[in-house]
């Protein structure tokens, strides 16, 4: 009869010890869930909001690629002239300051990173599931300083030949300025210089700011593929 009861208190021993973990297996698995659940949810809301500032970024990329665009037409243009003083000679001293003026045309890409350099100083960044994603973002900051490197180029060097440019272009007798003639670039030597070095380096730097809209986009594609999950 003892052993038959020892038996029996030690079923139900067992018994309630499974229930035991079974419960706490149970809380475990619901408090996972809603862990998961609200960490889904955040990483939804952060993004939405990614979406937008990376939307607004492409924009005013696209705005900084189409003026360059612009600059590296017309200094191949004016290239092409350097052999051809009778087409330069035809155009008029305005349709010439036009395009000079287009020519220096250098736009800097100030994007607004708030929201990415918060999830990235907050470590937000680890719990966003598509790695891709993950890896594009946190190098993110170094592609855009390397694609306009070559804008910072010409930043540094066009102010002083520019202004080498336009005093050699007037005309002065005894300290006063007589006139100015925009053509007399033709034949400066710092002319042809900053033209051929807008023409070199602006188009390395328009490759780069190519890839850089690309690589933004296919982060865009990602975002919208994990927020349709």
């Known amino acids: 009869m003892e052993k038959n009861k020892t038996g029996k208190y030690l079923k139900y021993a067992i018994g309630e010890i499974v229930l035991v973990i079974i419960g706490i297996l149970i809380a475990l698995s619901?408090?996972?869930?809603?862990?998961?659940?609200?960490?889904?949810?955040?990483?939804?809301?952060?993004?939405?909001?990614?979406?937008?500032?990376?939307?607004?970024?492409?924009?005013?990329?696209?705005?900084?690629?189409?003026?360059?665009?612009?600059?590296?037409?017309?200094?191949?243009?004016?290239?092409?002239?350097?052999?051809?003083?009778?087409?330069?000679n035809e155009m008029s001293d305005s349709t010439f300051l036009k395009k000079w003026r287009?020519?220096?045309?250098?736009?800097t890409f100030d994007p607004n990173k708030g929201i990415l350099k918060s999830i990235i100083s907050?470590?937000?960044?680890?719990?966003?599931?598509?790695?891709?994603?993950?890896?594009?973002?946190?190098?993110?900051?170094?592609?855009?300083?390397?694609?306009?490197?070559?804008?910072?180029?010409?930043?540094?060097?066009?102010?002083?030949?520019?202004?080498?440019i336009f005093v050699d272009a007037h005309i002065i007798n005894n300290n006063e300025i007589l006139n100015f003639e925009p053509k007399r670039f033709y034949d400066n030597p710092n002319f042809r210089l900053l033209v051929i070095y807008f023409d070199e380096v602006r188009n390395d730097g328009l490759k780069e700011e190519y890839e850089l809209k690309k690589t933004m986009n296919r982060i865009l594609e990602l975002i919208e593929m994990e927020i349709k999950k």
């Not at 889904?40 to 939405?48: C, D, I, V, W, Y």
């Not at 900084?64 to 600059?71: C, F, P, Q, R």
């Not at 287009?102 to 736009?107: G, P, V």
């Open 122 to 164: 907050s470590g937000q960044i680890n719990n966003l599931s598509n790695k891709e994603l993950k890896y594009t973002l946190a190098s993110l900051e170094d592609i855009i300083t390397d694609a306009f490197e070559d804008t910072m180029k010409i930043e540094k060097r066009r102010d002083n030949l520019i202004k080498e």
């Open 30 to 88: 619901i408090n996972n869930w809603n862990t998961n659940r609200k960490l889904k949810s955040e990483e939804q809301n952060l993004l939405k909001d990614l979406r937008i500032e990376i939307k607004n970024n492409i924009d005013e990329l696209s705005i900084a690629i189409n003026e360059h665009e612009k600059s590296y037409a017309v200094a191949q243009e004016f290239k092409s002239l350097f052999k051809n003083r009778a087409a330069f």
């Open 102 to 107: 287009r020519l220096n045309q250098n736009w």
